[in-house]
């Protein structure tokens, strides 16, 4: 028999007894069909903190967050706002080499900064993005519920260009924005579907922070210290 | 496999003794205790129903481990179908073994690790650093520990004993930085010694929070970043995560990763909350060319085969029975001299290393039921330390404990010895007085720290008689 055999047997055995539910005290076993409801997404929906009823409510719920967790959110009119305020952010930060990768919103913006660029798009130097001063991306959802962005390596440009430099520039649309953590798992399931998972997926809350020092909020632990989202 | 020098239980009496003793320290978990208790409540309060999501997360957990084998299977077909490979190890061995075949494998050299819990339950680290590998914790609080040559203190807060002095001279020592008192310059020296590790690396191993059967996931769960690197630059990654670990469905997640911030931090979603499907995939721009999963079991089959603690397996490794636990709060987590603290740790540990070492854990409790009050998956904590006190006497009865029960059932049955004992008891106490605090003294285990009651003037038998004679 292999390991996997063996293990696999000592799980079958062990699940030959059941386990009581939970929450109901006593030995037996009192079987009890998992209510509907709970199971159901729209169950855990109606559960967790409350988003608010619509979108204004919502970036509102976005914007009230993301001050708390220390990110930083500007709303703009167009992509020729986000461009000149970028410039304005890279000229203040003394930004010397910039990180991108190929997407409708993101390329033209790399350009408007008019630095030198490196893209992420066919592989890239680690060591020579380690140089850059901040990693441009695009997103998939923002949640309002919980001030996250959530973004995958397809949609923004590999696994480390939004946590390797120390600055994340997300660009996105505003109605990208969505409601709850419910309704952005529902999204990326439709985007995504059966088996064109990419290889990673994150949700990103707030800028990297760590407390380990006497559980004194740092920012900057390993990831970047700080986060910008422009929303269009 | 357990390499304790002296009994776990002599230790665990001899830390906690020292450590409740030690004010300074007491003070410095009680602050960071008062600080991780507002955030936590305050945001458990934001939810709508924070009592029905406990409920739900714990039925899927319950649902999730009654199809444990099916869910597994589910993910070993997804998860292979994008490239990944799957190993399933049913001891610390065995896990060892695998990891190490794979490192020899590439020819590796340098190893970086994220949060791995499992990883201490199998000693991975010593292996490795007596093989020659250089092998670095990426997470500070446990790079910190690893610095400091100690364990982690807390699963959720590696470092929370340690003061910033402390960590500026240990730096000082190991990486000849200069003296700061500023957590963030603190965090800084780390951030610097450790970024060119991530892109110098061969090899990253992560753990993983869960592991989600219908679309082949695992889920990481942290807030420095430091995990998202190791599973970004080197050639090789390796998740270590026991066979428990499992949500059903990718919707699930939905829920577990806000609870599990909640009750771990207080905050409305840890920093990173990571789901890895592959190795780089076809088109990707970056990634791991292999991903490996290696599913360890470590008698988890056998804590599955109780169906009576078999919620112990539900843990999602918040901390915060930890954060709750009055024992903690006062013998620390070093004193428990085991992977996982706290009450988890104590109803746990016994199954996994043996009940007649570990059982002393479940009597270091109060069974106030904080922590099964606190449990975002509302595992019965506090029952279970019951029943590891229970099988454990079942499993070995005490030669004297069970005389002294026997001779009390004696006693108890017949009236007239009963209250003739009592009557010789209030006799002889005063003689007590004479032997207390010697080694004569038969009831010294109880009087060191308390005073012996006085043996009433009158026993209810006779107040009764007197009363109904009136
Ligand atoms: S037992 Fe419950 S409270 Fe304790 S760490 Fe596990 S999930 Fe958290």
Known sequence: ??????????????????????????????????????????????????????????????????????????????????????????????????????????????????????????????????????????????????????????????????V?????????????LVPDLPAAFELMTRLYGENQWPSMSTLITGPSRTGDIERILVLGAHGPRKLTVFLI | ???????????????????????????????????????????????????????????????????????????????TARGTQVHW???????RQVIVDIIRRHNARRIVKSKVMTSEEIHLNQLLEQLGYDVIESDLGEYIQQLK????????????????????????????????????????????????KYIDADIGITGANFVVA?????????????????????????????????????SDLALFLPMLATAGTGQPLTGYNTMYAGPKQPGESDGPIEWHVIFLDNNRTALLAD??????????????????????????GLSYGTTYQGPIGSVITPHFRGLQDWKHLSGASSLCGACTETCPVKIDLHHHLLHNRRNAIDEKRGFLEGMLWRGFTFLINRPKLFSLSIKLGRLF?????????????PAAAWTKSRELPEVAHESFRDYWKRRQSK
């Open chain 2, 307 to 332: 169906p009576q603690q078999r919620d112990a397996l539900h843990c999602i490794r918040c901390g915060a029975c930890l954060n709750v636990c009055p024992i903690f709060k006062n013998v620390g």
């Open chain 2, 149 to 196: 040559g100690e364990p982690p203190y807390h699963f959720v807060f590696p470092c929370m004993h340690l003061s910033r002095e402390e960590i500026s001279d240990l730096f000082e020592n190991h990486l000849g930085t200069a003296q700061t008192h500023d957590p963030e310059e603190l965090t800084m020296i780390a951030r610097r010694v450790l970024r060119q």
């Open chain 1, 164 to 176: 390797l430099p120390p600055h994340h520039v997300v660009i996105a649309h505003r109605d990208q």
């Open chain 1, 1 to 162: 028999m292999t390991e996997r055999e063996k293990i696999f047997t000592r799980i079958r055995d062990a699940l030959k007894t059941q386990a009581p539910m939970p929450g109901h005290h006593g030995s037996s076993h009192k079987p009890h069909a998992i209510s509907e409801a709970r199971n159901a997404i729209a169950g855990a929906r109606q559960w967790l903190p409350d988003p608010g009823a619509d979108s204004a409510a919502w970036l509102e719920q976005f914007q009230k967050l993301s001050a708390e967790l220390k990110t930083v959110v500007h709303l703009c009119n167009d992509e020729a706002d986000v461009h000149s305020k970028l410039r304005e952010l890279a000229l203040a930060e003394g930004w010397r080499k910039v990180a991108a990768h190929r997407h409708p919103l993101i390329s033209p913006a790399a350009t408007a900064i008019a630095l030198p660029a490196l893209e992420t798009d066919g592989g890239y130097d680690a060591n020579e993005m380690a140089k850059c001063d901040v990693g441009i991306t695009a997103c998939d959802a923002l949640v309002a519920q919980t001030g996250s962005i959530f973004l995958t390596t397809r949609s923004a440009g590999g696994r480390a260009l939004s």
């Open chain 2, 89 to 95: 190890t049913s001891t610390g061995e065995q896990a």
């Open chain 2, 214 to 250: 219908d679309t082949g996931m695992i889920s990481i769960t942290e807030n420095e970043g430091n995990a998202r690197l190791t599973a970004a630059l080197p050639r090789v990654m390796i998740t270590l995560v026991g066979i428990e670990k499992v949500l059903p469905k990718f």
């Open chain 2, 429 to 441: 106490q005063p003689l007590h007085a004479l032997v207390k605090g010697t080694i004569f003294d």
């Open chain 2, 1 to 79: 496999m357990s390499d304790v020098a002296i009994a776990p239980r002599a230790q665990f009496f001899e830390d906690a003794d020292r450590i409740t003793h030690d004010t300074e320290h007491r003070r410095r978990i009680q602050t960071a205790m008062g600080k991780y208790y507002v955030s936590r409540y305050s945001r458990q309060a934001l939810f709508r129903n924070w009592q029905e999501a406990r409920q739900t997360a714990a039925e899927t957990k319950w649902a999730a481990l009654k199809e444990l084998d099916k869910h597994l299977e589910a993910f070993e077909r997804n998860a």
